[in-house]
């Protein structure tokens, strides 16, 4: 994968240019010139792989090393916490499309857990970056035929939208709610659930910023 080059003219953002490795364990690519034979001056790893002896060996051979994080699949999350589960249209946990779990995004003991494992990563490891992998809801898109069942319809999910966005909701069942939320709030709806995953980020850019400045962000 290569990544990056400069827009031209009037651009501020920061850019690298890479070419560089995406996603799993870099075990075979730590012994001295194993990347240079691969032309790779970048390996984006798994965030559960970053020791510092892997990282130093990267770096070693000149790669930026950057973690591609878990933000919003952390599967096992659920094991201890069931009401993180995204619930669907009829008011029941949605089954992970084709076993892609997603979490509800306004749970905040599942929030706290992934910006504590995102700031511990940057403080102790000398990483480029971070790549924030699976920052989207529910679903399994990477195919031709995409599967995005509408979530999440939890309690907490629908009264958060209704006092953020002061939409006033009837007391009905979830079922009904949710054909009113993708109906006439439907705008709203979209709207309010873009900006919670954008927090996400804004956050993360806030710990990033503050725990190893200069590191890159992306998704
Ligand atoms: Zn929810």
């Not at 996603?23 to 001295?32: K, M, R």
């Not at 000149?62 to 591609?68: L, Q, S």
């Not at 939409?167 to 949710?178: M, N």
Request: aromatic residues 8%; glycine residues 8%; hydrophobic residues 35%.
């Amino acid at each position: 994968m290569a990544v990056g080059s400069a827009a031209a003219g009037g651009e501020s953002r920061p850019h690298i240019e890479i070419r560089g490795v995406y996603g799993g364990n870099p075990a075979g690519l730590l012994e001295p010139g194993s990347l240079d034979n691969l032309g790779l001056n970048a390996v984006f790893m798994n965030s559960r792989r970053v020791t510092t002896e892997t990282v130093a060996a990267l770096k070693q051979q000149g790669a930026k090393v950057f973690a591609e994080y878990n933000t919003m699949h952390l599967a096992s999350f659920l094991e201890d916490h069931p009401d993180a589960a995204p619930i669907g249209i009829d008011g029941q946990v949605s089954p992970p499309p084709h076993g892609w779990q997603g979490i509800c995004p306004s749970h905040e003991g599942y929030r706290q857990n992934r910006m504590d494992e995102f700031r511990r990563l940057l403080r102790d490891y000398e990483i480029d970056g971070i790549w924030l992998d699976y920052h989207h809801s529910h679903a399994s898109w990477e195919r031709a035929e995409p599967a995005m069942p509408d979530t999440c319809f939890c309690e907490r999910c629908v009264q958060k939208f209704a006092r953020e966005t002061k939409t006033a909701l009837p007391d009905v069942s979830t079922p009904e709610l949710a054909q009113l939320l993708l109906g006439e709030h439907w705008e709203a709806w979209v709207q309010w659930r873009c900006d919670l995953f954008t927090d996400w980020v804004r956050e993360c850019r806030a710990i990033l910023d503050e725990t190893r400045p200069g590191a890159l962000l992306g998704t």
